[in-house]
């Protein structure tokens, strides 16, 4: 487990090991959110967050979410901050209760959104951390899981631009810096999902 999260009455301890060198602690901030990443990035950059949805790939709906009868969905969504991409989830969710169910897929409440709706707080593991280098750009990536009962997703986030943590609103407001699209989502693709980790983020 890459992040521990512990706390007694008089104290709070969340220790991110196996993460890059290089980390900044805004970085860490980022790494270690559970379920609550665009109330962050709204906070650090006071504006709202958007979401746009590329693309949501369900499985049948022919009776009500359960454990003997899950409902899974691939689907990849991009965090908008004043029109720029600063960060791309790709995910794939499985759902047991019929509550998710509705809130996910018939009110189409994003994933941090479903577990605040039912009002549960997720268990959070941190999978893996990497920081390539895409095309000239600093990219921080993590993969992570998120779980509570009736409700479980596997995601993988790219922040496509690490300078956005250390320039804020210039980087926001670059035009230059921002013409083209994301170099690691140059071609959507519905992925199988057993492919999305390999390298870019889909393929």
């Given at each position: ?167 804020g609103e210039d980087w926001l407001l ?5 013409e083209g699209i994301p170099c690691s ?19």
């Open positions: 487990m890459l992040a521990q999260d512990s706390y007694n009455t008089a104290s709070t301890s969340v220790k991110l090991s196996c993460i890059p060198d290089d980390t900044t602690g805004l970085e860490r901030i980022m790494l270690a959110s559970q379920g609550d990443l665009q109330r962050l990035l709204s906070t650090f950059f006071a504006r709202p967050i958007h979401v746009e949805r590329i693309y949501a790939n369900a499985s049948p709906r022919v009776r009500p979410a359960s454990s003997q009868h899950p409902i899974t969905q691939s689907r990849q969504v991009h965090l908008l901050c004043a029109s720029r991409v600063v960060c791309i989830a790709t995910s794939i969710v499985t759902i047991t209760s019929p509550d998710s169910e509705r809130f996910f897929l018939d009110d189409k409440y994003p994933i941090g959104q479903t577990f605040r709706q039912l009002r549960r707080s997720p268990q959070f593991t941190l999978l893996s951390v990497e920081t390539p280098i895409i095309r000239g750009k600093r990219e921080l990536r993590r993969r992570y899981t998120l779980e509570t009962e009736g409700f479980h997703t596997e995601i993988l986030e790219v922040f496509p631009d690490r300078d956005m943590f250390y320039r670059d035009a230059s810096d921002a989502v140059a071609e959507i693709v519905k992925p199988d999902w057993r492919t999305v980790y390999t390298g870019r983020v889909v393929h």
